[in-house]
């Protein structure tokens, strides 16, 4: 007997309000362990109000978010991350002065006993554990001492998502990762979403670029003016079609699996 594939996340009918503004409206769509989908929609589409509500930025005013099949209660952000969510946006939310392992323990600093009663930073654990999580990742920084601020966009990128993987993270959303990044580093970063796939991490991207999108996701979520007006399996669209669910053109409702 085949075992059914199940979501890692479902959203059912979510409904998000400010005031008199419905900025999500009745959105469902689901994400499967190692599975890329591209969250796609103009300005103002909703993409990052609904994203927000399923990292705890959030909350929503009606519908269900379902994460390993148990409904869940997305408070705040911390809620996300100890189930496994992690959110990486544009800013990335790095320590420019501190080194590249000193941020991807930031907030979690491993400690150690010094003079057997000193709690002290444990620097050569956190060496030796980040090298292992960008190993595994296939990310190379010639340095893992050397502050944020030295490094370039697409280096950045990697240590933030490092960072996610290393604590656990089971589900990535990913805001514009290949924003102001030269091609060469985009290059990398579309690298690196197939490998955290492969490694069965389930990730959203939100990006104008779509041709960063196509070269890396299973299925594409189009969202206009709030509500989801398209769902399409990459490999069977194009972005003509693409573009004209963004900007307008026929309602399409096509979830194929």
């Known amino acids: 007997m085949i075992e059914e594939r199940k979501p890692i996340l479902e959203v059912k009918n979510i409904v998000k309000r400010f005031g008199g503004l419905v900025a999500v409206n009745g959105v469902s769509m689901e994400v499967y362990p190692g599975e890329v989908v591209g969250l796609l929609g103009d300005n103002g589409a909703g993409k990052s109000t609904l994203i927000k509500v399923v990292s705890g930025v959030y909350h929503q005013d009606e519908g269900q978010v379902f994460f390993k099949g148990q409904e869940v209660k997305i408070n705040n952000p911390m809620d996300a ?3 496994g969510i992690e959110t990486i946006y544009q800013d990335l939310a790095l320590a420019e002065n501190l080194n590249v392992y000193s941020n991807i323990f930031l907030g979690r600093e491993k400690l150690k006993k010094a003079l057997g009663c000193i709690d002290v930073l444990d620097h050569k654990y956190m ?3 980040s090298k292992k999580v960008l190993d595994r990742l296939g990310i190379e ?5 050397n502050r944020i601020k030295m490094l370039s966009g697409g280096q950045r990128q990697s240590v933030a998502i490092s960072r996610s993987i ?3 993270a089971k589900f990535l959303i990913m805001d ?3 924003a102001a990044l030269g091609v060469a ?3 990398k970063v579309l690298d690196l979403v197939r490998t955290l ?3 069965g991490v389930a990730v959203i991207i939100i990006s104008h670029q779509l041709y960063d999108v196509f070269q890396v996701a299973h299925r594409l979520v189009i969202l206009r003016r709030g509500e989801k007006v398209g ?3 990459t490999r069977e669209t194009n972005p003509d079609e693409v573009v004209s669910l963004i900007v307008g053109a026929e309602l399409v409702e096509n979830s194929k699996k």
């Open 81 to 83: 991350i100890n189930l």
């Open 185 to 187: 580093e985009q290059r």
């Open 197 to 199: 796939s492969a490694q």
């Open 127 to 129: 060496l030796t554990e």
């Open 231 to 233: 769902e399409l399996m």
């Open 176 to 178: 514009e990762p290949t």
């Open 166 to 168: 290393f604590w656990n």
């Open 141 to 145: 920084i010639p340095s893992l001492k």
